[in-house]
């Protein structure tokens, strides 16, 4: 299917089962019930689900496959999303060109990084890409405010050119659009005690994830994905083969920071306003993060590792003392006090600290991340079903 072999099809058709059905998947409890607030299923954030993913998918181009361990890519994701929000402001509210200008002019400004940066590997490369990331900070957040707008932020006036829409006359600013469908538009689905919202937003985001998703699996597969590994396993051993790396690894930077570019004019189609925290170094790290939970060098590790952190920073960040309580009223007052107070440094504000210990604990017993952890429990049925098998045949009387 679309050129991919049996492995790599199933992958892809289970990343767009996935996406797909997020709505039913992500909202497993019954709205009206306690457990209401861990659903996840509603757009905005199924939609920072999808777009991080993008993110992170990018980034393990350059990392799972060159093992080059970028601290800037944030920069990218900046760049991305003030170029869409330019390109709202003088041409279109429409989210393609938007989209479009974005990844290109991402992947110039990962081209002019890259080649600096790869002059250097190892831990000099990272400092060089953080250099680039904090310099870019810097000037969107001061040097250049006639164009980012500085601390406050890049966003839609009702006075802007947009040359190919309409003038407003509502006094209303206007909504970004998909060749006039609506990115806010949603449907809602009540069956029974659940509901359901279907987010046009989401949908567009989640199509942009499978073709990001579809063109990984084809570069971990072609001959480049192939030399790339060649790099990380040993680049001096490749050197003293007469070939270059340097234009495999410049290449896979540029396409990385192109991902980044694409996810961060999808985060400006969402919402029109780009901000210089975007660039900072902690986006930076959290895409790092994302990448080793999930699994570094897998196809799908990086969209898991974003969807888990992206789920502890709006989900689990919101359970308080309140909630604590509520769930602990049916014990005497002493001991739901205790218990509130033991579990409450790791909720809420402290769900930094939880993530610290599965990342802890994820690198100690799963260094291949999440992947790995579902590869082990898939074998361990695999065997247990191996097992009974053979142990029903010895037992089978001889007829």
Not at 190 to 213: E, K, Q, R
Not at 359 to 376: D, I
């Amino acid at each position: 299917m679309f050129g991919l072999n049996k492995k790599d099809s199933a992958l892809l058709l289970l990343v767009a089962i996935l996406t797909m059905m997020a709505p039913f998947i992500l909202n497993p409890f019954p709205t009206d019930s306690g457990l209401a607030q861990f659903n996840a299923g509603y757009p905005d954030l199924m939609q920072r689900f999808v777009i991080f993913g993008i993110f992170a998918i990018g980034f393990n181009i350059l990392f799972g496959l060159t093992g080059y361990l970028s601290f800037g890519h944030a920069a990218f994701l900046g760049v991305g999303s003030y170029s869409a929000v330019w390109m709202f402001k003088l041409l279109s509210m429409n989210i393609l060109p938007a989209v479009i200008l974005s990844v290109i002019i991402a992947g110039l400004f990962a081209l002019v990084i890259g080649y600096v940066s790869l002059r250097r590997s190892g831990i000099y490369f990272s400092i060089l890409t953080l250099a680039f990331a904090q310099m870019s900070f810097a000037l969107a957040y001061s040097v250049l405010t006639p164009i980012t707008n500085g601390e406050t932020g890049l966003q839609l006036n009702l006075d802007d050119a947009r040359i190919l829409d309409p003038v407003n006359d509502s006094g209303s600013l206007p909504v970004t659009s998909l060749f006039g469908l609506e990115m806010r538009s949603s449907f809602d689905l009540a069956v029974g005690p659940w509901d359901f919202t279907f987010s046009v937003g989401y949908y567009v985001c989640a199509i942009f994830l499978l073709l990001a998703f579809y063109l990984a699996i084809r570069i971990f597969r072609s001959p480049f994905g192939m030399m790339l590994r060649a790099i990380k396993s040993n680049q001096q051993r490749l050197n003293y083969t007469g070939l270059n790396p340097r234009p495999y690894t410049l290449a896979a930077f540029v396409i990385s920071g192109m991902y980044a570019g694409l996810a961060g004019g999808l985060l400006a189609s969402m919402d029109p306003l780009a901000g210089a925290e975007r660039m900072q170094w902690t986006a930076s790290g959290e895409v790092v993060l994302m990448t080793i939970l999930g699994g570094v060098g897998t196809l799908i590790g990086p969209v898991l590792g974003a969807g888990l952190i992206k789920y502890f920073e709006n989900i689990f960040s919101k359970i308080n003392d309140t909630v604590l309580h509520g769930w602990f009223s049916f014990l005497p007052d002493g001991i739901e006090d205790f218990l509130v107070t033991i579990i409450h440094p790791f909720v809420g504000k402290g769900w930094h600290l939880t993530l610290g210990i599965i990342f802890m604990l994820v690198v100690t017993f799963l260094p291949g991340g999440l992947v790995e952890g579902g590869q082990r429990i898939a074998r361990l049925f695999r065997g247990k079903k191996t097992k009974d098998g053979a142990d029903g045949a010895k037992t089978e009387p001889a007829e």
